[in-house]
């Protein structure tokens, strides 16, 4: 195979899964990075190891073209449950120093990183423009800040960066908050939801922010660019309409239970402090806020658009985790089960 060769580091996860095969249908040679060990029919090499291990980053990144640096740690993925805020910050800091660190090294033409729109915090303005003041949540969002200022560090240097901001992924492989909503509707369980469902909340499909990760390394004009990427904003239905949209598709009798917004987010914080809260600030502070993107500058500089709506990326993610997602089930929460069971004794419902 004669094509570039392309590192592409998180290569086990929701988007390593959307982007490898794209990349290896376009030819590429492929060089795989990762925590979690890969599939049985990884396409390329694949390393596993922790990006803070910087001689094992340095020789994957040797020799390479192309940096895809996908790779971050959540609290809410299985793998990294067990780290406190403070571990899960420097994992992702550090790891993507060590990235940076080596494509400058290696001479590496051009880097794809993916943020997060956990930058910005609570949003003041929907649409959120990349203009928007950048006032993350929690360990995860200030970790990604960082990310992006060691980004235009190496950016002021010469290296070529282009970053990449979505919102909440769905796929294949998907892990965190939404599995849990899977799993309710799975099993026709009360779906908790914080507030009364108005609001709006848009999401990403993997297969759209792997196009854009590609375009990103085609077009000259993306270089050094902050980019918002999501579904077309028009296009986001309020939470409680996606909801009710997934259920019917299940043919599930899961209800919908509203919580108080101020009872839950005061009952998380207190389980957050004593380490039981199955949610993480990010989520407990924003489930009942409208967070949509502007993604217009990414059509822009990118030429690209996204093909998936929010409630066609749901229902295709919720047909994987029912056919092919038993690895990804959670664990059973001592919190949520007695939630469960109260909400049955009590018959609340909407």
Sequence with gaps: MTGRLSVVTGSSGLL?????????????????????????????????ADLQDTARVAAAVDGAEVVYHLAAAQRMKPQFAR?????????????????????????????????????????RSVPCCEDHPERPLGAYGESKRVVERLCREVRARGL????????????????????????????GS???????????????????????CIRAVDTAASSGEVLNIGS???????????????????????SLVRIPAALLRNAARAL???????????????????????????KAVL?????????????????WYVRDGAAYRPAPHPVLGMLDRLTRAVGTTA
Excluded at 282 to 290: G, K, P, Q, S, V
Aim: glycine content about 8%; overall charge negative; aromatic content about 6%.
């Design 16 to 48: 390593g899964g959307c982007l490898v095969p794209l990349l290896a249908a376009r030819g590429d040679r492929l060089r795989l990075i990762d925590i979690v060990p890969a599939d049985g029919d990884a396409a390329g090499d694949f390393i596993q």
């Design 83 to 123: 780290l406190s805020e403070r571990q899960i910050f420097t994992m992702n800091v550090r790891g993507t120093e060590n990235v940076l660190r080596a494509a400058e090294r290696a001479g590496v033409r051009k880097v794809v990183v993916i943020s997060s729109s956990g930058v910005y915090g609570v949003p």
């Design 160 to 187: 070529d960066v282009t970053v990449l901001r979505p919102m909440s992924l769905f796929g294949p492989r998907m892990t965190g908050i939404f599995v849990l909503l899977f799993e309710w509707v799975r099993r």
């Design 190 to 212: 009360p779906v908790y939801m914080l507030g009364d469902g108005a609001n709006r909340i848009q999401t990403t499909s993997g297969w759209d922010l792997a196009r854009a």
């Design 232 to 254: 077309e904003p028009d296009t986001v239905p309020t939470v409680e309409a996606q909801v009710r949209t997934l259920i019917a598709h299940a043919g599930s009798h899961s």
């Design 272 to 298: 957050h402090a004593v380490g039981l809260s199955p949610i993480v600030p990010e989520h407990y502070i924003l489930a009942d806020r409208t967070f949509v993107l502007d993604i217009e500058r990414a």
């Design 303 to 319: 030429g690209w658009r996204p093909e998936v709506t929010n409630v066609e990326m749901m229902t295709a993610a919720y047909d």
